[in-house]
């Protein structure tokens, strides 16, 4: 890799993280400062800093909604991004994402089985259904998940090549959500309705108290994603090649595998399916970054997807209109156009890329 | 040195199934400093066996032995900075130069972060330079040309600082001079560098000129070893290639295609217009011959072609014109 700090290519590096960084700042910073409620910047940097002056409704606003919000926006937006690099790494394919694997999928069945009244046969806590708890759906999805991840890490040992793993994942996504539509079909219309709205994703439901136990899970799994980084460039050529240099390939592929499941099991169980951003800030930071050197790309996703997702966690509250827009609905309806834009003004985009 | 010893490889059965040998019975040897050329008909298994010896499959029997060790006993990691590969596989990652392609080589050199020191660039400068690649360095390898991607891709293997090289098919889809310089350059490296260079080709004419040794899979599944000239003069190589319509001329060392039913043709010219007569009466059917008698005789004169057949004698004043009539000859 080329010399960092060197040379015109690694200054464009350096000047496009410190830039980052500097974004994930203004949209934490905005994240906070804007809601639903409008606050004027002063009050709201007042009651964040917790001084004598602040007002103690701006407070409670900005402690127990805005401010557990903005994290939960800012993990989940560099979990996703960093097991989306993982995943388009590990299957050398564009189309590649953290839920590529039916990771979601298990965890909407875990949640479609509670919400709709099969999971009470399984466990007492689901036994008040209709008034469905918090920690119920967490749970059912991080079990969900768990499963999905499981069998395909079983499978994996069983399968030697990447492709024929990524499609078995696209059929047990695909089985696990014919699954979750019949469940919907024979369930009473309030509690679809029920799971329709835990699936178009949210970042507002998270507390101090799940934050205190997504925030060192999603942590823990982002060190050892960005410790993955020398065996995940060996990986660029292919398993083949990587073989040839000394990387254990099954093992990186299992620990490749699990790193990005829990990150992206995680997101889910907190926050619901949140889709596109594993899929298209990879890409953005490649052609950003301009490289595929995972050494610069793992970093660049970080700060890139917390920004990305910290802008679309802004954009969901619609300021000014009291209402708050589903999740998904944002990150793609903005997201997408972005992308495409991105890719038709890149030379390397235009003309195809293995990765 | 690379020896190996009543080497079996193939596919180890699965479930009950039986496994399915493809070669057995392999005893050769690959010394440094040598081009080691591996060459056979189609499916005998020349990927096969280099992936074996490359440690990326096991071998049914035998041994694979690196400097009297078996490669299967050597830590992944100490294998790869002794052996490199270049493999078949084409496709190259996007957004990644030439030289940062050539740094991943440096892969089980490197620490746990896989920086690369002041001495691993260095190496990578050589590399690349090595493998005639430094004006490539920038550029980004999806951008390159089949021969230059050759070229970067051997420059990687070279950054391993491995003692032995194996190389799969990698002149395929290359023209005929990019092929020539990429098997010089592996016969210099050879020797420059004293390393074990194996390659697969299936460019058997440039094999025979270039390689110090041949390893000859033959159809029988048998690993015969030798230099170019010997495997030919044994008729190794004959036996190996020959078909209905072609067959290997030992002296010239290419193969000529067969349907000489015309008869012998007798050649008089000067210069380099004699060997091209032959050649272009042999493309139609006819026998070159030492010496008269021939059934055709063709005289250069000067300004024109003359040939004599069956008492007749035509006058051509193109070689166009000649060969023409010599596909049919008539009146």
Known sequence: MTDPGSGPAARRRVTVLVGLAAAVVVAFVLAVALGSTPMPLDRAVLALLRADAADPGDEVIIWTVRLPRAVTALLAGAALSVAGVQMQTLFRNPLAEPYILGVSSGASLGVALVVTGWGGLAGAFTGGIAGLGRAGVVVAASGGAAAVLGLVLVLSRRVRSVVTLLVIGVMVGSATASIITLLLAYSDAQRAQQYLGWSLGSYAGTTWGDLALFAPVCGTALVAALAGVKPLNALLLGEGYARTMGVRVRRVRTVTLLTASVLAGSVTAYCGPVAFLGLAVPHMAKLLLGTADHRVLLPGAVLLGAAVSLACCVATQAPGSGSVLPLNAVTTVLGAPVVITILLRSRTARSGWAV | ?331
């Open chain 2, 1 to 331: 040195m690379l020896t190996l010893r009543s080497l079996s490889v193939g596919y180890p059965g699965r479930r009950g199934r039986p496994s399915r040998r493809v070669l057995s019975g392999l005893d050769a040897v690959a010394r440094s400093g040598d081009l080691t050329v591996l060459i056979g008909p189609n499916g005998t298994g020349k990927s096969t066996l280099l992936r074996t010896l490359a440690g990326l499959q096991p071998a049914l029997e035998g041994d694979v032995l690196l400097d009297g060790s078996p490669v299967t006993a050597i830590d992944a990691a100490e294998l790869a900075r002794r052996v490199a590969v270049v493999l078949t596989e084409r496709d190259l990652p996007a957004l990644l130069t030439a030289r940062e392609l050539t740094g991943l080589g440096r892969h089980p050199h490197t620490g746990f972060t896989g920086r690369l020191t002041a001495a691993d660039h260095a190496v990578v400068a050589w590399a690349l330079d090595a493998a005639g690649a430094a004006h490539l360095a920038e550029r980004p390898v999806t951008e390159l040309s089949d021969g230059e991607r050759q070229r970067v891709l051997t420059a990687r293997a070279l950054a391993q600082e491995p003692a032995a090289i194996l190389l799969d098919e990698p002149t395929a889809f290359l023209d005929v001079p990019s092929r020539v310089a990429l098997m010089g350059l592996l016969r210099r490296l050879a020797r420059e560098r004293s390393l074990v260079v194996v390659v697969s080709t299936h460019d058997l004419e440039l094999a025979l000129r270039i390689a110090d040794r041949i390893w000859l899979v033959d159809p029988g599944g048998a690993l015969r070893c030798g230099t170019p000239e010997e495997l030919t003069l044994d008729g190794a190589i004959s036996t190996s290639f020959d078909g209905d319509d072609l067959s290997f001329d030992a002296a010239s060392g290419v193969f000529v295609l067969h349907g000489g039913g015309s008869g012998t043709a007798l050649v008089t010219a000067d210069g380099v217009r004699g060997p091209l007569l032959e050649r272009a009466l042999t493309r139609e059917g006819w026998r070159p011959a030492a010496g008269p008698p021939a059934d055709l005789t063709v005289t250069w004169t000067g300004d024109a072609y003359e040939a004599a057949l069956n008492g007749t004698t035509h006058r051509f004043t193109t070689l166009a014109a000649l060969t023409d009539w010599a596909r049919r000859p008539g009146p």
